[in-house]
Structure formats: C-alpha cells, structure tokens
C-alpha cells in the first residue's frame, strides 16, 4: 500500500452502540450518507457495497469487524486510474465519558483522490468531512444538515 491517507476525526454525543449502528445500518447511512445506503453481512471477507438510486457506487470486501474497529476495501466505480489495489477504509470508535472519538482513515490513495472538483464532492478531503458532518448531526439533534447544492 503506498502512504497516501486522509485521517478526518470527530468527537460525537452519542453512545458507541448507536454510533456503530449509524455506520452499519442502511436505514441510517441513507439518512446521513445523501440517500446512499450500505449493505453487507458484516463477516470478514464478504462484500460491503454503497448504492444510491439502486446503483452501486462504491464496493469492497470486509477485512475487519471486531466491535468498534470496522475496516473494508474501498473501490469506487468511476474510478478509471486502473490502481492495482483498493484504498482501504477503517472506522475506530472509542469510548471518552459521554462522547464518541470517531477516527475515519482512508489509506492507499492516490494523489487524484484528494483532489478538490469545481467544489463538489469529489476528491475525498470534501466527501468525508461533509458525511461526516452529516452523521454528526443527526446522532446528536435527529436531524441532518440542510441540504447542500453541488
């Protein structure tokens, strides 16, 4: 794996239990993730994909499950940069009194994938945080962020 990686962390008012739901559960991704939803087994070696509008966006396989410790591939399918191996993306929970420390890292990049595009959403230093902006919010109000136009 190259050392290309984008860390984003954030502290959340909620419990771990929920917080791992948030992650793990398509009725919630699809609240926070903008309409897009995750589905797997959860067991390690089996897919993991992202689909909004019924069409896989993002897929990968499973590496660790260990409660509060998730890590999977990350492909996205319009990538064309015929990388020879998947970025991988790991979400450590911990425990600190009343709040959750959520650590996302997203490792094996390539320098195109931080890349900012005419302000959207693209290239990962604007999709996590704002994703993770969003989950933020509605662990600890029940709501999401207003919508943003790109």
Do not use: C
Not at 25 to 44: H, I, L, R
Not at 113 to 127: A, I, M, P, S, W
């Amino acid at each position: 794996m190259t050392d290309t990686k984008f860390v984003y962390v954030t502290y959340i008012a909620t419990t771990p239990e929920k917080l791992w739901e948030a992650l793990t559960s398509s009725e919630f991704t699809e609240k926070y993730f903008f309409g897009t939803k995750v589905e797997s087994d959860w067991q390690e070696g089996s897919q993991v994909t992202y689909s909004r509008n019924r069409e896989t966006t993002d897929y990968g396989v499973v590496l660790k499950f260990p409660y509060r410790l998730l890590s999977f591939t990350w492909n996205n399918v319009a990538d064309e940069s015929a990388r020879k191996e998947p970025s991988q993306v790991t979400f450590e929970l911990k425990q600190m009194d009343a709040t959750v420390k959520l650590t996302l890292k997203h490792e094996n990049l390539q320098p195109g994938d931080l890349v900012e595009k005419d302000d959207t959403f693209e290239g990962l230093n604007n999709g996590w945080p704002a994703i993770l902006s969003n989950l933020k919010s509605l662990l600890e109000t029940g709501k999401t962020l207003p919508p943003i136009s790109i």
